[in-house]
């Protein structure tokens, strides 16, 4: 996307070329939706693309000559001046080549960038009321009002049309939204007095926010049935038992609503369906019968209020010829502390379940241990790094055979442990077979003492410090046998940072996280002098710290856990370089009440906040500096918009 501005550019990089040959086209409004859906936008296009994008598609509007910067068997990035070039062209879709100079464009049909040339900035929410679209201006972030909205279908026909309000809000009906095959919706586009234009797709992915912590259900349909079964399996010739609960979007009942359930085989055959009239406080029961010889496989429970009309609510069931379990074992170790590496007895009991001892029954199975960074004797104490990822081994149990008054006493080899300072569970996963060979799995956890001595680290607040307070700890040091110990230590706080450096290779931009620590307290300490832990504590600011404890006095073990300090909200640092460090100053809100949203950006600028909830969408923009910012935010009031989907 390029600026409207005198001073827009592109730029073109180039190996031992003084100049580049130049081809401007334009794609109208008109042939906007053609061009993505023949899969021309956005891509390189080949000679015969090329040909037939040119003739059929795009229209040529310039061509001129580029000088580019040259120094022998080096890329040199030149920037292209297009401001002269694009002062008075129409709005569109633009897409510039640049090829080498009487070069065969059968061999190498250059190279092409596509741009808008535009300020509307278009954010889409989909909801069950419809079209959400909201028009902002991207040269301020600033709402525009009077933009005209054109809804597409597939076919490139008009579903409707709309103008953004003060606010840069425009709706559009659901019953548009819901069209099919040629008549779905596939674009919204903006036009502002003739000199402006953008679109929006809506067929591409929906910016997906699962991974910000606001997946969940998605929002309730008008009728929402809830459909549960008895059981998940059944043999032939029993019956499938069903209770079908129907509610509104808000979980009220819906009575005098007729139900019908259909039950479908494996090969999709429909085998039997039942109508319900009848229901209490919106609920139904069925009772669909099973046939002694019907097909063996998943089959399928559907209710619905509308035969023709999809359903409802849906559920697999199982139809199988299988058997109760025959027999049972208990496992059990030895008392006393079990570490890794060691090779404790396990101890085998055996039975049939109706009561004779289970007697030359073959046993076969593994045992896994997993790190653990805490001790049920040592409650909210940390062990181990918290930045060290260390995996789980597994090794094989080949436990025997039972004798003949069930018992089997086999030993078990513990994995031995990767690292040593921090505690490991043990989880033994034995299967015994009865007399027709199927298995019977049980399991046993145990955890493990030790291999050698820890660093244990209890924080004294309950999730984030508050800002420009004391950042305080409890440490302790525990020996194989879990009794304290003494042992001289080094403990640092840092403070940590996440930047983000991007790179490109092959052609392709990619980025790779850069974490930097800068040291903000230091000290040394002498654990298990006396029967208390050892204080620690630092004064912080907000942002994103580590405490990190070292053994100085023998074998070099080492303990650390991470924190935040500021509001409610851990100020988390991004995982990704498209979204930036915030927090709120409480964990929930009242409507009415007002939001206050802390916000870290790399940069100054606008920022535009979204507030979105069940019911409203509140959009505002804020005038931001590079660094922390406080920014208040309306919370939603009470209203009777809907549920939201994902924004594009």
């Known amino acids: 996307m390029l600026p409207r501005a ?46 037939r994008f040119t003739g059929e598609v795009a229209e040529e509007v310039w061509t001129g000559t580029g000088e580019t910067g040259n120094e022998i068997n080096r890329t040199m990035t030149t920037r292209l001046p297009l401001g002269e070039v694009l002062a008075d062209r129409a709005p569109g879709i633009y897409a510039l080549t640049a090829r080498v100079p009487g070069q065969d464009p059968y061999d190498d049909a250059g190279a092409t960038q596509w741009f808008v040339l535009t300020d509307l900035g278009l954010t889409t929410l989909k909801g069950i009321d419809g079209l959400h679209v909201f028009v902002r201006a991207l040269s301020d972030a600033q709402a525009l009002a009077g933009v005209e909205l054109t809804l597409l279908s597939r076919s490139n026909r008009v579903l409707g049309s709309a103008q953004s309000d003060a606010a840069g809000h425009a709706l559009f009906a659901p019953g548009l939204t819901r069209g099919t095959g040629s008549a779905a919706p596939a674009m919204v586009l903006a036009q502002r007095d003739g000199t402006d234009l953008a679109f929006m797709s809506l067929t591409d992915p929906a910016f997906d926010l699962s991974d910000r912590g606001v997946a969940g259900r998605p929002p309730a349909p008008p009728i929402d049935v809830f459909l549960a079964t008895d059981r998940g399996a059944y043999r032939a010739g029993e019956v499938i038992r069903a209770t079908a609960l129907a509610r509104d979007g808000v979980a009220a009942a819906i ?28 609920g139904h029961v069925f009772e669909m019968p099973v046939g002694a010889t019907a097909p063996r496989g998943a089959w399928q429970l559907d209710i619905k209020a509308d035969p023709d009309a999809p359903a409802l609510a849906s559920q697999t069931v199982l139809v199988e010829d299988f058997l109760p379990e025959r027999i049972d074992f208990e496992m059990s170790l030895p008392e006393g502390p079990i570490r890794p590496g060691d090779s404790p007895p396990l101890s085998v009991e055996a039975r049939y379940l109706f009561g004779a001892p289970g007697a030359g029954l073959a046993a076969d199975g593994s045992v896994t241990i997993r790190p653990r960074r805490a001790l049920e004797s040592r409650p909210g104490y940390l062990f181990g790094r918290h930045d060290e990822q260390v995996s789980a081994r597994t090794g094989l149990v080949d436990a025997g055979t039972t004798d003949a008054a069930g018992y089997l006493v086999t030993a078990v080899d513990i994995p031995s442990a990767p690292v040593a300072d921090r505690p490991f569970e043990a989880t033994v996963r034995l299967a015994m077979r009865e007399g027709s060979g199927r298995p019977v799995e049980r399991e046993l956890t145990r955890m493990l003492a030790p291999s050698g001595p820890m660093i ?30 003494q042992m001289a230590v080094k403990w640092t706080v840092n403070r940590i940072r996440t930047h983000y450096q991007w790179y490109q290779e092959y052609g392709q931009w990619n980025w790779e996280p850069v974490t930097t620590r800068s040291r903000v307290a230091t000290g040394e300490a002498m654990l298990g002098e006396g029967p208390d832990p050892v204080a620690l504590s630092s004064p912080v600011e907000w942002g994103h710290y580590e405490l990190v404890i070292e053994r100085t006095d023998g074998a070099y073990v080492a303990a650390s856990t991470d924190f935040y300090a500021g509001w409610y909200a851990p100020a988390d640092a991004t995982t990704t370089p498209d979204t930036l460090e915030l927090s709120l100053d409480k964990p929930g809100y009242r409507p009415g009440d007002t939001a206050s949203l802390r916000i870290v950006p790399r940069y100054a600028g606008t920022a535009l906040v979204t507030v979105m909830s069940n019911r409203v969408i509140a959009m505002q923009a804020v005038e931001v500096g590079e660094g922390e910012n406080l920014i208040p935010s309306p919370s939603p009031t009470s209203g009777a918009r809907a549920p939201m989907s994902p924004p594009r």
């Open 6 to 51: 005198a001073d827009a550019a592109l730029p073109v990089e180039t190996v031992n070329l003084d100049e580049v040959d130049l081809s401007l086209r334009r794609v109208s409004d008109r042939n906007l939706l053609r061009a993505i859906q023949e899969d021309y936008f956005a891509r390189p296009l080949g000679y015969y693309a090329e040909e």
């Open 456 to 485: 244990g680290i209890r924080p004294d607040f309950d999730g984030v410090v508050s800002e420009g307070g004391e950042a305080a700890f409890r440490v302790i040091a525990l020996g194989p046998e879990l009794e304290p110990v």
């Open 255 to 282: 009575p005098d609503l007729p139900l019908t359930a259909i039950l479908t085989r494996p090969d999709g055959v429909e085998y039997s369906r039942q109508l319900s009239a009848e229901d209490t406080a919106g």
